[in-house]
């Protein structure tokens, strides 16, 4: 559930802006620390730390889609150059990561203690407040989307950015609303999956490739196809784990994701059009 958390982030920035945003996973280390420090280390509500988490990694993705996408896209045509940029933006991030947090890994003990005996199946309460969470903020984005005039706004620029403009849509502010909520949800995943995993400065980049893994399974720009796409790399880490030992499990997943994008280039909701 967290993993769809991340896949809408990265989509809904993708299917706005075109811009495949490489600091995801960078951002989401980011929602981590916030929430370490607010819940672990200050002591306040672990509601608030998600907050604050939520709102601090937001800024972040207004100030880069404000000051770096918005100027790019502007002047530039060329894919590469946004790609560039979004390389270079999660570079940044790794850089002040590790200058500001160094080195150690962080976490924060469990927001509740015990265990779930569900069917046969033991579950932590930590991973099923987790899971709770994630799943009810996945389905307030999707009603969001769905029912607000700002949600409508959105998804009329990912289908034809011209003519929404044309309609009035303004462009430049439902962007950065998009980039910030893409944000958001990655910053938001952080601060959920710190009480169960440990993060430290360097776990952005493995997190982005997941990212990028689920939106290829599912489509990119399709935000049914990013919410199956983390379901299917998901159970294939919790089924691979448990019945491969080590590191053959992300080797198989990976010449599985090759092949199947032989056959399915655009994903399993994607269209061959886009």
């Known amino acids: 559930m967290n993993y769809a958390l991340i896949a809408l982030g990265i989509t809904l920035i993708f299917a706005i802006m075109g811009v495949l945003n490489f600091a995801h996973g960078q951002m989401y280390v980011l929602g981590g620390f916030v929430t370490y ?18 709102v601090t990694v937001a800024c972040v993705g207004l100030v880069f889609e404000r000051f770096l996408f918005r100027r790019v896209l502007r002047i530039t045509t060329r ?9 270079g933006t999660a570079l940044l991030l790794d850089s002040l990561g590790l200058a500001l947090f160094g080195e150690k890994q962080r976490g924060v003990a469990p927001v509740v203690a015990g265990v779930y005996e569900i069917f046969g199946a033991f579950v932590p309460a930590s991973r099923a ?12 984005l999707l009603l969001f989307i769905q029912y607000t005039r700002p949600g409508r706004a959105l998804r009329a620029i990912a289908q034809d950015k011209e003519t929404a403009a044309l309609q009035g849509v303004d462009i430049d502010r ?4 998009g ?3 893409g944000a958001a949800l990655a910053g ?31 489509g990119a720009g399709v935000v049914s196809g990013a919410i199956l796409g983390a379901f299917v790399l998901g159970f294939s880490e919790a089924l691979g784990y ?5 590191s053959t499990t992300y080797l198989m ?18 269209k061959p059009w886009g």
Do not use: C, D, H
């Open 79 to 87: 894919e590469e150059s946004t790609m560039l940029l979004a390389a």
């Open 129 to 140: 407040l987790i899971f709770v969470l994630a799943g009810g903020l996945v389905g307030a």
């Open 242 to 246: 448990f019945f491969i030992p080590g």
């Open 253 to 270: 997943i990976l010449v599985g994701l090759i092949v199947f994008l032989i056959f399915r280039p655009q994903g399993i909701m994607g």
């Open 179 to 181: 980039f910030a909520l």
């Open 174 to 177: 439902y962007s950065a609303l």
């Open 188 to 218: 938001l995943a952080g601060g959920l999956l710190v009480t169960v995993f440990a993060v430290n400065a360097g776990a952005g980049t493995p997190i982005s490739i997941k990212a990028f893994i689920m939106i290829m399974i599912g």
């Open 37 to 54: 420090y607010v819940y672990g280390v200050f002591g306040l509500n672990y509601f608030v730390a998600l907050a604050v988490s939520a």
